[in-house]
């Protein structure tokens, strides 16, 4: 029996693993270790390891990784931690294969602690460009990976020109998107009601309806020492509105301290016209998406995930540039006037037409199914040029 070892860093990474880990715990001929690491295990991040247990899924071994600090050192640092855990949990379980999946410093921890043990490595979603240091990451765990499961014709194109072996490159696009297209869809009413379970702020409750936008703005690492001015023109534009506004926290990345606070800042000035979130379930956060007016940001959902749903996206700054764009997106500067404009236009024009971009479901399996059968004995790599 084949052990595989599936790494989950975050809230987002899980829900494009999800159907994928299901796939797997179904499979007769393989023995599924889960391993939890990073934000899953703060509590201000919602503890999304309740999540993952909920669904059903043993958790093989969780190890607290992060180093407080949200600057550029602690990342490194980091790093450097989640490398001694996971060599050591390779050590102890000893899995035959170590699928890691996006581009997150957890997931390159892993490929690396893996690579130096002659573990075979899996890699969901590389070959994909964005801004950021996660560019670097994920085409650094491409190059530590010996299998490939891109989501995009030109991700898989990409990784392909860098080198990897066509054959073992399989293009099924992201098993987030087997999630999105199983969600029903839930009334307003109905999703208000689950919303408020989450809602601290009776004043916030209270001015809660329809008219809203759905706001994820992270922190951009390479631009770390600018956190501050970079979300400053995002309030501006909101001010510019009468528009509830639901807000999640930005992820654990270096600048997010400096965001949190400004974002306070903020929500305390609205008077009860901003609710702030640490994190939804899948299926609450995908309704939300579905029933919010614009979905303003530059969380990798408004490029991979809106799409979906025809909603329209106001893609901010530098995070997601060179990703793969949909119709439904609206790409501006860290501006206040383009970001209002951008608004103003998707709220002239309403609906986009679906598109699925990131693939049509079935993902999981598909990847489950060669992640279970191909051959791994060839642990040195050979590359093309």
């Known amino acids: 029996m084949r052990k595989i070892c599936v790494i989950t860093n975050n809230r987002a990474d899980y829900s494009r693993l999800k159907t994928l880990l299901k796939a797997l715990k179904d499979r007769s001929d393989v023995e599924l270790l889960l391993f939890v690491v990073g934000s899953h295990l703060l509590h201000n991040y919602g503890y999304t390891i309740d999540e993952i247990e909920k669904d059903g899924f043993n958790v093989t071994y969780k190890m607290h990784t992060e180093i407080d600090g949200r600057i550029p050192v602690t990342m490194a640092k980091s790093t450097g931690a989640a490398i001694m855990e996971l060599s050591s949990a390779f050590y102890n ?30 890699h969901i979603q590389g070959g994909e460009v964005t801004g950021t240091i996660d560019g670097h990451i994920r085409h650094s765990i491409t ?119 400004e974002i306070k800042k903020f929500e305390k000035e609205k008077n009860g016209r901003i609710g702030l979130f640490p994190h939804f379930p899948f299926d609450l956060f995908v309704n939300i998406m579905r029933h919010a007016k614009v979905v303003i940001g530059n969380s990798s959902a408004g490029i991979r995930e ?80």
């Open 93 to 122: 379980f000893k899995p035959d294969m170590v699928v890691v999946h996006g581009d997150r410093f957890e997931a390159m921890a892993a490929a690396i602690a893996a690579s130096f043990m002659n573990i075979f490595v899996a």
């Open 306 to 385: 809106a799409c979906y749903f025809g909603k329209p996206v106001v893609n901010i700054g530098t995070r997601q540039e060179g990703r793969q764009r949909p119709g439904n997106v609206i790409d501006v500067d860290y501006d206040a006037e383009q970001i209002k404009s951008a608004i103003n236009r998707h709220l002239e024009k309403g609906k986009y037409k679906p598109e699925f971009a990131y693939g049509k479901g079935n993902a999981g399996k598909n990847i489950a199914d060669i992640l279970a059968t191909i051959n791994i004995s060839q642990i040195q790599k050979k590359i093309t040029f």
């Open 143 to 261: 190059k530590l990976s010996h299998l490939h499961f891109p989501s995009t014709e030109d991700a898989e194109e990409r990784i392909i020109k860098m080198g990897e072996r066509a054959d073992m490159v399989f293009n099924f696009g992201c098993p987030s998107a087997d999630l999105l297209l199983e969600t029903p869809l839930i009334s307003f009413d109905d999703l208000k009601k689950e919303i408020f379970k989450y809602a601290k702020k009776e004043d916030w409750k209270n001015n809660f309806n329809e008219n809203f936008f759905m706001v994820v703005q992270h922190p951009v690492t390479t631009e770390f020492s600018y956190a501050k001015e970079k979300i400053m023109p995002l309030f501006d534009a909101l001010n510019g509105f009468n528009h509830n506004v639901l807000m999640l926290w930005p992820n654990i990345d270096a600048g997010s301290e400096t965001m949190v606070l």
